[in-house]
Structure formats: C-alpha cells, structure tokens
C-alpha cells in the first residue's frame, strides 16, 4: 500500500530507488536485483503488464511480468551490476519518463513505475488484435495470414490505397520471396509466380474497406486482456543477433547450444547462451542472383545437422564437431528457376535416402546419399478433391515414410517409402491449412493447423485425429510436446507463448516484451519445466522463455 501511494503522488513514471530486502513475492524465494509496482490512475495496481531491464551496451534484455497486485521482481542472479533501463509493454497505456534502476551486489533496487493512457493505441496493437478489430468475414480476413510472414498487419490498415491501387500492391507483394521483410525485401526469380493484379480484385476490394483509403477507421480497436495468474510467473531474455538482418527461423538445442537457421541470409549459426558467443558457418551460394537464406533444420540419428536451402536448390548437413558442410544439390532434371526447396526428410538411416520437396509445385524428392540419384514424386495427383491444393512441411517417419502437410484445404499425406504408394487423410476442420509438423517417438504426427487455430494428433494405428482448440487468433505455426503431454506453441500474431493441458483442456499464454514473429520452437527439457525456444523472426533476437512453474 506505501509504494501505491508513492506512485499516484508522482508524475509520470514514479521512481524511488532506495535499499531493500528481498521481494518476497518473488517465486521460489530468490532475491531480487529490481522490484517495484506498477500502476495507473485509470486502473490502480496493474497486473499483466511486461517489465524489461536493459543494461546500456548489453546483447540482451530480461523481462518479467507484474502479479495480480502489480508488483514484478527481477532475479538477482539474471542481472549483473551496472544501471538498466525499464521499459513497458500494456497495451493501451505508456510509461512515462525514462525510468532506470541502479543494480548492486546483494542489494535490491526498488522502482515503481506510473503509467498513463496511450494516445497512439494503434501502434501498440499486436497483429491478433488488429485480426479481432477489422471487420469482415473468417473467409475475408483469412487472406491475411499471409500478410504477417513479411510485415505486421498495421501497414495494411494504416495504408490508403483503394481497391484498384491494392490489386498491384497485392500482385508486387507476391513478387517477393517467402524471405523478404521490410529491411530486406528479395524478389522471386519465378516471373509467373505472383500470376496477375486482378486475379487479387476481391481481396482488394477487402482491403479497401479496412484502410484509410475514405478515412479515418469506422471500427472499434480492440485489446487482449492481459495475462494473469500462472502467465505473469516466467522471465524472458531475448538474445541479440549479430545484425538486424538476421531471421532466426527453425532453431533447435543440443549440448546447450542453440542452433539455427538464418531465413534470409546464408548462415547457419551457433549460440552459446553461456558466453553470448555467435558462431556463423557461411552456405554456399549455388544460383546467383536467386533469393538467399535457409529454414528447416533437423538433426539424424548420428547427431548431424540438416537443412534446406530453399530457392538455392540444395540441401546441405553440417558437422557440429568440425563445422564441415556438404551439399546434396538439387539435379539439372528438376532444377529451373521455379524452384523452392523446403524441409529435409531424415531418417535415411533406414535406407539411405533423404526426402524433401518443392514448395510451386508440390512435388516431393528424394535422393539416394550413397549414388546421388534424385527421384521426384506428385503426391497431390492423388488428393483428388477439386480444389487447389499445396504442400507446406514434408517430415519422415521411423520407417522413412514421407509426410507431408496439406496447406490449403487441410490434409495430411503419406508416401509409403517401400512401395512409393499415396495416401491422404482429410483434418476434421474445414480449411484447417495444416502448417508445420512433429513426429514423436511412436510416430504420432503433431501438426498446426494455422487457419483452424488447433494443434491436431494423428495417430496412424488408428487413422484418427485428436484436436487441441487454441486461444482465438494464435494462428499456430509450429508446436512441441513435453514429456508430460503439455503442448507448446506460438504463432506471427498473439505475442504469446502457449502451454496447453491436454488433461484439463487448460491453457496458459506468456506474454513477450515486443512484437515477436514467432515461427519454429523448441523445448528444452534438461529443465523443469521446460525452457521455451524461439526466434524472433523480424526481431533479430533468440528469445528464451522460462516459465516459474
């Protein structure tokens, strides 16, 4: 109650810095380097709302995130000596002044911070927000999820282009690489791929009506109710990249080392969160002139690293012990300007061949390491539904079946590896655009279903399905369960981390201190519970989430 009543006597941010005891209300009764309260006149003590420390000069930042009575606490063992900046995200609100903290050896800094309504909630609105906000139909708006692999969906809102400027807009962004971002745009090689302006005449017309293109918006912005209870326990450290460039895509943890693909520029790298050290091994260039970057990353039964390099043509593994690289590229057969290699098939173990396939077409290769010989399949000559139909992720099973992820309608599709036969399983909801997939230790296969917003289990014993409803517009891009069962995931629209109980049907959704285009993840389980792992695509950060309990 003293610090409250400090912080509605100061102006702006309310900062009182003095010597303290350890915050109890900290978990597990660690001391504190930072402690405080944050509140506002409008609300009082604000739970739900993200702290981040920021050390001058530092290549990360810690945040936290306030209890149910506003109170957050920084671990004393996550912040070294020196002065930090604090910084807010709640949305809808603004911190003022530029708070900092003073951090010593076994001593607590205590800094309550006052916040104020925001007068530019529309910059603070995440791209989840701005999907419940505009109006139209889940048809209508559903274009939209292609949006967010490049930019967020407030350059489309705050745009004033109308339905005729929008269908050469739209036809120009279609022109670009799957790689690109603002910073960085890389225009595809393929001329006929983005097809022509007016085939995009109806989600222009869309468009049009969500813009500013007659005016200010006639819609009302909404906001995500902040995080609460179990969600505001975790801390989150994002690790800076070496350049702001940088797309930390498919990532994974081995020997506590952090690996990861760069998806728009020819790196893979290491990251050792113990020394902040970042090792780049450099991929070759095999088409010049052709858009750069990689993204699947995996790792085979004998410890060596996968990857694809996409519009390069080529799929490369990596020794972790010496850093050698050797590339497996694509034949002359198959090999034109079209191309687009995503996603490596590795359990060659079983016969020696590695799978992938070709994102314009949707045909799947496989090549035979020991002779080089590539073969090529159409597996969607076989999914006879009338429809259009692509093919997003290909993964392999124990017995190096080939599967693949139906991103349009909502399919998944077997390649039996002896035999070469096709299968297709239709996903219980309509639409679902299944995305990015897992196989576990009984070859279950974990997949996102994007559009239908549900992580789905396909048992192939029985041929069934198991969906796991998520919180609305999380729009999953890839999960992963622990071996408790709990499922995780993360998408390019919440902000949020979320652990779903498949038990009790419970979800929980850790908030993150900026915008985050989240899109593979990983579980590190040396942990308990778990430590969550993510790039932060357009960020150029690694994030680590720590949950408390």
């Known amino acids: 109650m003293q610090s409250r009543l400090i912080a ?3 102006a702006g941010a309310a900062i009182l810095l003095s010597q303290a005891l350890p915050d109890p209300a900290f978990a597990q009764g660690k001391a ?3 402690t405080g309260q944050v509140s506002s006149e409008a609300e009082g003590a604000m739970g739900g709302v993200v702290v981040t420390a920021r050390k001058a000069g530092a290549k990360l930042s810690i945040s936290v995130v306030t209890d149910a009575q506003g109170r957050y606490s920084f671990p004393a063992d996550r912040l070294e000596p020196g002065e930090y900046a604090l910084t807010i995200r709640a949305v809808g609100y603004d911190l003022g002044g530029k708070p900092s903290a003073n951090v010593a050896v076994e001593k607590t800094a205590t800094v309550d911070l006052k916040l104020g309504k925001t007068k530019r909630l529309a910059s603070q609105l995440s791209n989840a927000e701005w999907m419940a906000s505009i109006p139209g139909t889940e048809d209508q708006k559903s274009g939209l999820l292609n949006c967010v692999g490049c930019h967020t969906l ?9 339905a005729d400027e929008w269908t050469q807009v739209v036809h120009r962004m279609m022109g670009y690489a799957a790689v690109s971002q603002p910073i960085k745009p890389q225009r595809l090689s393929d001329p006929e791929r983005a097809g022509t302006p007016e085939q995009y005449r109806k989600f222009a017309e869309y468009l049009a009506t969500i813009n500013q293109s007659v005016g200010p918006w006639e819609y009302t912005l909404k906001t995500m109710e902040r995080p609460k209870g179990q969600a505001t326990r975790v801390v ?3 690790y800076d990249m070496l350049r702001p460039t940088t797309e930390p895509h498919d990532i994974l943890v081995k020997d506590g080392e952090i690996w990861y693909t760069d998806f728009g520029e020819n790196f893979i790298s290491k990251f050792d969160p113990k020394t902040l050290k970042i090792t780049e091994y450099p991929t070759k260039e095999h088409k010049p002139g052709f858009p750069s970057g990689n993204l699947d990353l995996g790792v085979d039964t004998k410890g060596t690293i996968w990857f694809d390099q996409m519009y390069q043509a080529s799929l490369g593994n990596l020794d972790p012990k010496t850093g050698e690289i050797k590339y497996y590229p694509l034949s002359a057969e198959f090999n034109d300007f079209r191309v687009q290699m995503n996603f490596v098939g590795l359990r060659h173990d079983v016969d020696g061949k590695v799978w992938t396939k070709n994102v314009p077409t949707g045909d799947v290769f496989r090549v035979d390491l020991a002779t080089g010989k590539w073969e090529r399949f159409q597996p969607l000559k076989a999914l006879a539904n009338g429809k ?9 099973d124990s017995k190096n079946n080939a599967w693949v992820a139906e991103f349009v309608n909502g399919y998944l599709g077997r390649i039996d590896a002896k035999t070469t036969q096709v ?4 996903l219980p909801t309509q639409n679902a655009r299944a995305r990015r ?3 576990d230790d009984q070859d279950r296969i974990w997949v996102t279903e994007y559009r239908g917003n549900k992580v789905a289990m396909f048992d ?3 041929e069934k399905f198991t969906e796991y409803p998520l919180p609305a517009h999380t729009y999953p891009y890839r999960s992963a369960v622990d071996k408790s069962g709990e499922i995780w995931t993360g998408g390019m629209h919440t902000d949020r981390v979320v652990r779903y109980y498949p038990k009790t049907s419970r979800t929980v959704e850790y908030p993150l201190p900026r915008t985050t285009n989240i899109r593979s993840v990983w579980l590190d389980e040396t942990t308990s519970p778990p430590t969550f792992w993510t790039g932060s695509n357009h960020g150029a950060a690694l994030v680590k989430v720590e949950p408390l309990d």
């Open 236 to 238: 989150i450290t994002e």
């Open 423 to 426: 299968t297709w399983f239709q």
């Open 437 to 439: 997939m897992r196989i």
């Open 460 to 462: 192939p014993k029985t």
């Open 154 to 162: 407030e350059r489309i809102v705050r745009s004033s282009h109308d």
């Open 8 to 10: 509605s006597l100061m």
């Open 32 to 34: 504190a380097a930072i």
């Open 388 to 396: 259009r139909n692509t093919i997003y992720q290909l993964i392999s």
